[in-house]
């Protein structure tokens, strides 16, 4: 029995590709007296350390600073993060994840319709939704203070004014260099006992590589192997088989007794539930 298809495998492969940005106009509302002003930095976004980091949101208040805007911190372990790459922004950390093409105009972050999966959960997660989706939908002024740790502010006018601050975590593009090589992996529910001359007892992922042509339909089916690497960003549980889009990097330097590719989580394409 399927437990989720988070998204349909044609979606997945056309996500390679990059995609046209559409171009979007600047809110034409007129500012209020308490709209927060912009910044000089605002119009000088640096697009590199804005496409190198997953922007993960550790505060947002009214404009004015009086007041949390609790809406925006569904679950105290998961933060809402904001993601741009190929003119696309992505937003997930509540209930559904939501993207939508956009550009930065003298300032001005233009997001155009967000498309989201349609996923049911449980209220604070589908309030976030709704939060974070109205204030990008809002035409916030954009700012970005580079250092050893950035931080993107967004500014959002009207009379719901509020200040979102996002610091940013490099992504495995910027760790590692390069844009890495999509690979699909399908993960078998349960694990194995494989040999590791550091770690007694270890147990591997059984995973097998998988290819698709341009229609989604299945061309090449590997075989199953031992993988005693992780895969930066994904948790397996025990009885559930995903298929999951990595992206395959090659680590300089290599660290010792350590393999040199590494793999990281891109999406989860696939999840199902294995009876025993």
Known sequence: MTRALLLMLPLALAAC???????????????????????????NIDATVLVGHHWQLTDAVTARGEQRVEALFPSPGKALQLDFADGRLSASGGCNGMSGTYTIEKGTLNVGTLAQTQMACEPKLMQADQAISTALSAAPDISIENGSTPTLTLRTAGGDSQVLTFTGKPTAQTRYGGTGETIFLEVAAETKPCNHPLIPDKRCLQVRELQYDAQGLKTTTGEWRNFYESIEGYSHESGIRNVLRTKRFKRNPVPADASSEVYVLDMVVESEVVQP
């Open 17 to 43: 590709t990059h995609p046209t940005p559409e171009s979007s106009s600047p809110s034409t509302a007129q500012a209020s007296a308490t709209t927060p002003t912009r910044s000089a930095s605002a119009t």
